[in-house]
């Protein structure tokens, strides 16, 4: 009955506890989804060009980065701009500069630099995220596995709780009496050495009788 009620339960909490991970892990997914399309729309060119459209996708994420990270990314992204455009990069092109002063366009091998510390930045934000939302298979012999488990069986279970306590009831009977035999054995054991010794020593006076 214990078993069958613990193989229960746990299949319960485990699914409760999914459902709740699931719940909680829907802003991270959402926001690690922006940040691949970012990385995805700039990162994946060997000379990245950037446009109104890498810039729209960066609008939509940008929330999502540290301020300092956001600015930093966003001046890769203006120096990344297609040498010579003119058109309009959108309200995000303005926050390193509030009067509108977009950096120069780099070229040639200044480009391909910064297209990897583009690369670096992105991978740096999207790497943790993508840690915390695919954990690694749980080990068994894992100790926090294990606390998360005697966790789900300790809520509300009271009739495991009892049966428990049943148990170790029973096994501290057990216990007394096993301590009790082995201490009347004992003295079995030592008044017999005492008996045998005193008849021992009447049969050595009555030899010498």
């Given at each position: 009955?214990?078993?069958?009620?613990?193989?229960?339960?746990?299949?319960?909490?485990?699914?409760?506890?999914?459902?709740?991970?699931?719940?909680?892990?829907?802003?991270?997914?959402?926001?690690?989804?922006?940040?691949?399309?970012?990385?995805?729309?700039?990162?994946?060119?060997?000379?990245?060009?950037?446009?109104?459209?890498?810039?729209?996708?960066?609008?939509?994420?940008?929330?999502?980065?540290?301020?300092?990270?956001?600015?930093e990314?966003?001046?890769?992204?203006?120096?990344l701009?297609?040498?010579?455009a003119?058109?309009?990069?959108?309200?995000a092109?303005?926050?390193?500069?509030?009067?509108?002063?977009?950096?120069?366009?780099?070229?040639?091998?200044?480009?391909?630099?910064?297209?990897?510390?583009?690369?670096?930045?992105?991978?740096?934000?999207?790497?943790?995220?993508?840690?915390?939302?695919?954990?690694?298979?749980?080990?068994?012999?894992?100790?926090?596995?294990?606390?998360?488990?005697?966790?789900?069986?300790?809520?509300?279970?009271?009739?495991?709780?009892?049966m428990?306590?049943?148990?170790?009831?029973?096994?501290?009977?057990?216990?007394?009496?096993?301590?009790?035999?082995?201490?009347?054995?004992?003295?079995?054991?030592?008044?017999?050495?005492?008996?045998?010794?005193?008849?021992?020593?009447?049969?050595?006076?009555?030899?010498?009788?």
């Amino acid at each position: 009955m214990a078993e069958s009620l613990a193989v229960k339960n746990l299949k319960e909490g485990r699914k409760n506890k999914e459902i709740k991970e699931a719940i909680l892990s829907m802003p991270l997914t959402e926001k690690m989804e922006r940040l691949k399309e970012l990385f995805g729309a700039t990162c994946m060119d060997l000379e990245p060009s950037v446009g109104p459209e890498e810039m729209r996708v960066f609008e939509k994420c940008r929330g999502d980065l540290p301020a300092e990270k956001a600015k930093e990314i966003l001046e890769i992204l203006l120096r990344l701009k297609k040498p010579g455009a003119t058109e309009d990069l959108g309200p995000a092109a303005n926050m390193l500069d509030p009067d509108g002063k977009i950096p120069a366009a780099a070229a040639g091998e200044e480009r391909i630099a910064l297209g990897r510390d583009l690369t670096r930045a992105l991978a740096m934000e999207i790497e943790p995220l993508e840690n915390r939302l695919l954990d690694p298979d749980e080990d068994p012999s894992d100790a926090q596995a294990q606390f998360d488990r005697d966790e789900i069986l300790a809520r509300g279970q009271e009739k495991v709780a009892l049966m428990n306590r049943a148990e170790e009831s029973s096994l501290r009977q057990v216990w007394r009496l096993t301590h009790l035999l082995i201490n009347i054995k004992k003295a079995a054991s030592a008044q017999k050495n005492i008996e045998n010794e005193e008849s021992s020593q009447y049969v050595a006076e009555k030899k010498r009788v």
